[in-house]
């Protein structure tokens, strides 16, 4: 039997993984290390959490003492717990340095006392910054240009570094950028379309012609599982769809599919420091045998149609603190 140590699992991605995971595997345990931020969400498991596979932990990354015990008793470390919101970094990056940097810190510390067969640090695509023109290889030199950004390349390299010194069995997916179920509406799929599904302006930063390369949240678990699983200790995997949209693309699609007019497009102050491309080479984790499953069509039916026939999860989620950072982040143009 595996055991799991999954960190972040009440957020997005690592929600949709620990789904992804039970689905498959009959012998697997999992534990999910999760100190519920306003990003981390009860609900997206409600399914599973009778599951006896599976254990819920409230706690912080970076308390030694809580995350010590839980890496201890677990085979792999899958380290999905972030702060990920760029326009929250830009406004306040302090917990970003703390939870993406020291946290990862703490756990990577905890493995190396414990010996895990695997370390698995979520990175992003955003490490390598903005490109023009081209595909990022996995050897390119990193150059983040937001606070998010900046706070995972330290990750992934302090990750890096534990399998250089200290030989701990680290791998490191980087991924683009994901979209699907369960995604928080802070996001430029999720809050679009729920905003349009209230007639609400959709706000469109600068031209809206910046460009991301959007992979389906399930594709990117079969791609991490195949990195856990296949990769090569000390390896750094890319993980892209090359599905390559500008954000003018992503809003039309989003109101096409809910029937909504063009005059919910809003153009509004651009965000500072904004990376106007990313762009994966993905044919190291190809030879892995991994490929995505979804097309961008198919993906953006399936996620429109969730959010629109899931109002209740994400209803709950735009009030409160949420209203707060909403109105004072877009106090000028909306
Ligand atoms: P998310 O914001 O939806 O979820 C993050 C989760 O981490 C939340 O459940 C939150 O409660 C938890 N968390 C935050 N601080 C914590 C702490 N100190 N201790 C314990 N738990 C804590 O994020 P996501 O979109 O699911 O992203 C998951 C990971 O994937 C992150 O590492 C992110 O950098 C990476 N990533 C995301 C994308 C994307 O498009 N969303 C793309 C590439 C990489
Ligand atoms: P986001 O979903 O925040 O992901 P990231 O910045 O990490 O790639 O944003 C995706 C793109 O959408 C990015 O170019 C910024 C843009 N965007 C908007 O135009 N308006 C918005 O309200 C948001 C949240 C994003």
């Known amino acids: 039997?595996?055991?799991l140590l999954v960190t972040g699992g009440a957020g997005f991605i690592g929600s949709n993984f620990i789904r992804y995971m039970l689905s498959r595997h009959s012998d697997i345990r999992i534990t999910n290390l999760d100190k519920l931020t306003y990003a981390g969400n009860p609900d997206n498991l409600r399914d599973i959490e009778q599951d006896d596979r599976y254990r819920f932990v409230k706690g912080d990354i970076c308390d030694a003492d809580t995350v010590d015990p839980l890496v201890r008793d677990a085979d792999v470390v899958l380290n999905f717990a972030?702060?990920?919101?760029?326009?929250?970094?830009?406004g306040k990056p302090d917990d970003f340095i703390r939870t993406d940097v020291f946290g990862t810190f703490v756990l990577l510390e905890?493995?190396?006392?414990?010996?895990?067969e695997r370390f698995v640090q979520i990175s992003t695509d955003e490490v390598y910054g903005?490109?023009?023109?081209?595909?990022?290889?996995?050897t390119d030199p990193l150059m983040p240009s937001s606070p998010y950004s900046a706070s995972k390349a330290g990750a992934d390299r302090l990750a890096f570094s534990y399998y250089v010194t200290y030989k701990l069995p680290v791998v490191i997916p980087r991924s683009s950028n994901n979209y699907g179920p369960y995604q928080f509406p802070e996001k430029l799929i999720s809050l679009f379309t729920t905003n349009a599904l209230d007639d609400k302006p959709l706000p469109i930063y600068g031209t809206g012609e910046n460009v991301r390369d959007w992979l389906f949240v399930t594709d990117n678990c079969e791609g991490?599982?195949?990195?856990?699983?296949?990769?090569?200790?000390?390896?750094v995997y890319n993980l892209?769809?090359?599905?390559?949209?500008?954000n003018l693309e992503i809003t039309r699609t989003i109101l096409r599919e809910l029937g909504k007019p063009e005059s919910l497009m809003t153009f509004v102050r651009d965000r500072q420091g904004h990376d106007l491309r990313y762009a994966l080479d993905t044919t190291k984790i190809r030879s892995l045998g991994w490929e995505p499953r979804h097309s961008f069509e198919d993906g953006m039916k399936e996620t429109v149609s969730w959010y629109r026939d899931n109002r209740r999860w994400w209803e709950k989620l735009k009030s409160g603190e949420y209203l707060e950072y909403y109105k004072s982040h877009y106090k000028r143009e909306l």
């Open 82 to 90: 972030a702060e990920s919101h760029v326009d929250r970094s830009i």
């Open 224 to 235: 991490v599982e195949a990195v856990m699983e296949r990769g090569t200790d000390g390896e």
């Open 240 to 246: 892209g769809a090359g599905n390559e949209k500008n």
């Open 130 to 138: 903005s490109i023009e023109s081209g595909l990022f290889k996995e």
């Open 1 to 3: 039997m595996r055991k």
């Open 110 to 116: 905890a493995a190396r006392k414990h010996g895990v």
